[in-house]
């Protein structure tokens, strides 16, 4: 209805196609990428469970409606508005919906092909995931900070544990490590004053 070219693809994962809408416009260059994700957190079945699809009055409630079926109808009613206002003519639109997003196929260079490819062609990103409700306010992200893998190893001096902060042994590794975490958390240059968040997705203590 708002004039785009659909086609599907298989994605990584068994949760179904990535789905391309393109508007193909008269202005040369990248264009705009619009992004979502079809696919939600909760494991096949849900809907048949406890956490039922229903609607009551003009509200719909059920598993993934705001991550992120609530995103898709504004993202798709916004097309169709600007379609109907003839806006899209001169606009090189490609919108994007994988589903594979809350669990990618590994390795992710495989998995995210298509969509790395997409976002190298397009002069911006506009991704339509659900903002938040917090103190009051409602919030959209206008930008996403880049992010950075890295591995910290700690090293001790081999001993019995009764000897840990001795002089000649020190304060040993797992102690060390969690004065690291400490320091990134709640220390005087703590990443939240950075405006910076950490996720430890894993800690080997031995």
């Known amino acids: 209805q708002a004039g785009?070219?659909?086609?599907?693809?298989?994605?990584?994962?068994?949760?179904?196609p990535?789905?391309?809408?393109?508007?193909?416009g008269r202005q040369p260059g990248p264009g705009i990428l619009v992004l979502g994700h079809l696919d939600t957190v909760h494991p096949i079945g849900t809907i048949?469970?406890?956490?039922?699809?229903?609607?009551?009055?003009?509200?719909?409630?059920?598993?993934?409606?705001?991550d992120m079926k609530g995103g898709l109808v504004v993202m798709i009613a916004a097309?169709?508005?600007?379609?109907?206002?003839?806006?899209?003519?001169?606009?090189?639109?490609?919108?994007?919906?994988?589903?594979?997003?809350?669990?990618?196929?590994?390795?992710?260079?495989?998995?995210?092909?298509?969509?790395?490819?997409?976002?190298?062609?397009?002069?911006?990103?506009?991704c339509f995931?659900?903002?938040?409700?917090?103190?009051g306010g409602d919030y959209a992200s206008a930008a996403r900070?880049?992010?950075?893998?890295?591995?910290l190893e700690v090293e001790g001096v081999a001993a019995h544990s009764s000897g840990v902060f001795r002089a000649d042994i020190g304060d040993g590794a797992i102690f060390e490590i969690s004065r690291t975490d400490e320091f990134f958390l709640l220390?005087?240059?703590?990443?939240a004053k950075l405006g910076l968040t950490l996720h430890e997705s894993e800690d080997l203590l031995g």
């Open 79 to 126: 097309l169709q508005a600007l379609h109907a206002q003839r806006a899209l003519d001169d606009r090189n639109i490609t919108v994007f919906l994988t589903a594979d997003e809350e669990l990618p196929g590994e390795p992710a260079t495989t998995s995210r092909a298509a969509f790395i490819e997409a976002g190298q062609r397009a002069d911006a990103a506009l």
């Open 187 to 191: 220390g005087d240059e703590c990443l």
């Open 145 to 151: 900070r880049g992010a950075t893998d890295w591995r």
């Open 48 to 66: 048949d469970g406890p956490l039922k699809l229903r609607i009551e009055g003009d509200r719909l409630f059920g598993p993934g409606v705001l």
């Open 18 to 24: 990535i789905m391309r809408a393109r508007f193909a």
């Open 4 to 16: 785009a070219a659909i086609d599907k693809e298989a994605a990584s994962g068994a949760c179904g």
């Open 129 to 135: 995931e659900s903002g938040i409700s917090m103190d």
